[in-house]
């Protein structure tokens, strides 16, 4: 009998497995897929580090979660900065003194400003007040420029919805940053582990058994796999046979190319923020590690990342944490609290959206609450 069975060999599984193994635990960690990682899973395709479920890259503020990880890995410098592209113009992101230099020719912060302040301007006069949907939202916010090439497109092609039919509150504010500073990030840490994530995560679950390919399902009744505690980092509905109902997710569709040229695009992430374009990204993964000396000379790998509907079956990626589901999680929440032995942890189980940093955290935060 295991003291824990930890159900998923994602960042949060394995950070809280590292725990339990470190304070003697006897510990198990399975995962349906047929690779340890979960989502931050890379793979290597002529010798680059690929992500195969999306771009990741680590970043937090949080010295004691960025001290952890160095345990395990080296991280390199990259600092995210991705490009939109709007049919055959570039812009800088996130929205900063290059993407208004781009946009309007203006070169200091009081002509950005006074831009802006223009632009909503005659919004407002064009008789829109309280925004009653995404579209008049972003207006408001921003002006006509700015939701036009970099906001509208991009932000129907993520929701599946047109913005005039999406409610205002998904944009709260457009974060603008009145200096050439095009790191997409404010955290004081970030890069991406060298080696890529796989390595990162083998690092972390060393000496420490695990099982892929297995589905706890399967086997959540037989002797071998009994455990005084399970940590379940899969769909919390799932767990219950989604006898409540099921919650909603947004996916995704990747499709992944290897292209004859050794720079395809120029930077890791672009980001295609026209909706007639029905991809929202490319990612290239080799620049996420330019350090890496086995990525190939004459070939990159690319990814093409598509927002999709997500259905039974398909892989969940991001909750969709309106009323409606919201209500269903706390009632299955309520049933999770009578499971007496088992833990519900991770964006799955715990049905939020997840940086890798609060993955770290809180993962470490469950160990500790369980005296280890
Ligand atoms: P997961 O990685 O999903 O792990 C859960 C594991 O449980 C999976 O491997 C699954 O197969 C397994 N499992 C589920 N059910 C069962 C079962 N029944 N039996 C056995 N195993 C099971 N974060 C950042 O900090 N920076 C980024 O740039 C970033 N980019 C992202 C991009 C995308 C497209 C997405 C979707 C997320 C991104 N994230 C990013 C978030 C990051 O992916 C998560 O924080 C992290 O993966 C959470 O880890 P987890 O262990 O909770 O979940």
Request: charged share 15%; glycine share 16%.
């Given at each position: 009998m295991f003291d824990y069975l930890i159900v998923g060999a994602g960042l949060f599984g394995a950070v809280f497995a590292r725990q339990a193994k470190d304070a003697g635990k006897n510990v198990l960690v399975i995962d349906r897929?047929?690779?340890?990682?979960?989502?931050i899973y890379t793979e290597e395709i002529c010798g680059i580090n690929v992500h195969k479920y999306g771009a990741h890259i680590f970043h937090t503020s949080d010295r004691t979660v960025w001290e952890y990880v160095n345990r395990f890995a080296e991280f390199n410098r990259y600092t995210n900065s991705p490009i939109a592209r709007y049919k055959e113009e570039l812009f800088n992101l996130p929205f900063n003194m290059n993407t208004f230099h781009a946009l309007?020719?203006?070169?200091t912060p009081d002509e950005a400003k006074e831009k802006i302040d223009e632009q909503v301007r005659e919004v407002r006069e064009s008789?829109?007040?309280?925004?009653?949907?995404l579209e008049e939202q972003a207006l408001l916010l921003g002006g006509r420029d700015i939701y036009e090439k970099l906001v509208r497109g991009y932000t129907e092609k993520q929701w599946g919805k047109r913005a005039v039919d999406l409610p205002s509150f998904i944009i709260k504010r457009l974060p603008f940053r009145f200096t050439y500073d095009n790191n997409y990030f404010n955290d004081s840490f970030q890069g991406i582990p060298i080696g890529g994530y796989t390595h990162f995560v083998e690092r972390i679950l060393e000496g420490i058994p695990v099982k892929t390919g297995l589905d706890f399902f399967d086997v959540r009744d037989e002797a071998e796999y009994k455990a005084h505690r399970i940590v379940f980092t899969g769909m919390i509905d799932e767990y219950f046979d989604y006898r409540l109902g099921e919650l909603e997710y947004r996916s995704l569709k990747f499709e992944t190319e290897i292209k004859d040229?050794?720079?395809?695009?120029?930077?890791?992430v672009v980001n295609y923020t026209e909706y007639e374009i029905p991809y929202t990204r490319i990612i290239e993964h080799r620049h996420f590690e330019?350090?890496?000396?086995?990525?190939s000379e004459s070939q990159t790998v690319i990814t093409r990342e598509y927002p999709a509907e997500w259905k039974k079956g398909m892989d969940p990626y991001y909750?969709?944490?309106?009323e409606r589901n919201e209500e269903l999680y706390k009632r299955y929440r309520e049933l999770a609290e009578k499971e007496g032995n088992v833990i519900f942890g991770g964006r799955l189980g715990l049905y939020k959206y997840f940086d890798m940093d609060d993955a770290v955290a809180g993962a470490l935060k469950l160990a500790a609450e369980n005296g280890i």
């Open positions: 897929r047929p690779h340890i990682g979960g989502n309007w020719g203006v070169t008789g829109i007040g309280e925004p009653s949907n040229t050794v720079n395809y695009q120029g930077n890791a330019p350090e890496n000396k086995k990525s909750p969709v944490n309106d």
